[in-house]
């Protein structure tokens, strides 16, 4: 069954953020907590979520030399979060370092690589890397490097699932972002995205969901539809 993960965002303070947790509890099956909830409440705000139950998938996206990478994997394990994010683009050694730190310091904690953002198209790819390559290419390559290097899985748009399944096997974690609800004139900012019942047809592990529950007149309600999706689609 595939999962939600709701991803906090647009925060103005941490008592916004607890707001949240408040409001939506267990509802979800995971928060994703990134870079703007950490940098306004700290190690303490991730802990407050850990402590109340719900699981938590710190997205960071840990991009430094191997030592570096493996001291803040130790550090996420010692806030007991259940999942965090680190860039594949930092190479064999460093992944490996990350899923080392992580099988070390928690028997649980999952380490996910981040492949190509779903903000990104085909033109913004090719001007990143300085050559022409096909996304899917590029998704597939990098999920392949975390894999080899003991990654848990990958974070992957939705249209690079089956393939990702295909062959790095179906225990492979993968985690989608770029989730709407129906229309694609609600993409935002996401180049690459699905409903939450095409990504769990192809597999997804966890749906990523923001804006359709941030920008919701009723969160909860919006909770409940995803859910509706995603139960539907297993049927």
């Known amino acids: 069954m595939t999962k939600l993960a709701f991803a906090l965002k647009a925060v103005t303070s941490t008592d916004e953020t607890i707001t949240w947790l408040e409001r939506i509890g267990g509802a979800v099956d ?12 700290g190690p303490d705000v991730i802990r407050r979520f850990v402590d109340s139950g ?48 992580a099988r070390s310091a928690s028997s649980s904690l999952r380490v996910l690589g981040v492949t190509v953002l779903t903000s990104l ?39 690079e699932l089956k393939a990702i399944k295909s062959e790095c096997g ?13 229309s694609p004139d609600a993409k935002d900012d996401q180049a690459r995205f699905m409903t939450p019942a095409q990504a769990a047809r192809l597999g997804a592990d966890y749906v990523v969901v923001g804006r359709p529950i941030h920008a919701a007149q009723d969160p909860l309600a919006a909770v409940a539809e995803i859910r509706r999706q995603l139960e539907d689609d297993s049927e």
Do not use: N, W
């Open 30 to 41: 995971c928060y994703k907590l990134q870079m703007d909830v950490f940098g306004r409440g």
């Open 54 to 101: 719900v699981e938590v998938f710190l997205d960071l996206k840990f991009h430094d030399i191997p030592s570096v990478v493996a001291m803040s994997v130790e550090t996420a394990a010692e806030m007991g979060v259940s999942m965090l994010t680190v860039h594949t683009m930092g190479g064999s050694d460093m992944l490996a370092a990350a899923a080392d730190a």
């Open 121 to 159: 198209d085909q033109a913004q790819l090719a001007a990143v890397t300085g050559k022409e390559q096909p996304v899917e290419e590029r998704v597939m390559a990098l999920a392949i490097l975390a894999k080899e290097a003991g990654c848990d899985g990958v974070v992957a748009s939705p249209h």
């Open 170 to 182: 179906s225990d492979f974690a993968v985690v989608t972002p770029g989730i709407r609800l129906d």
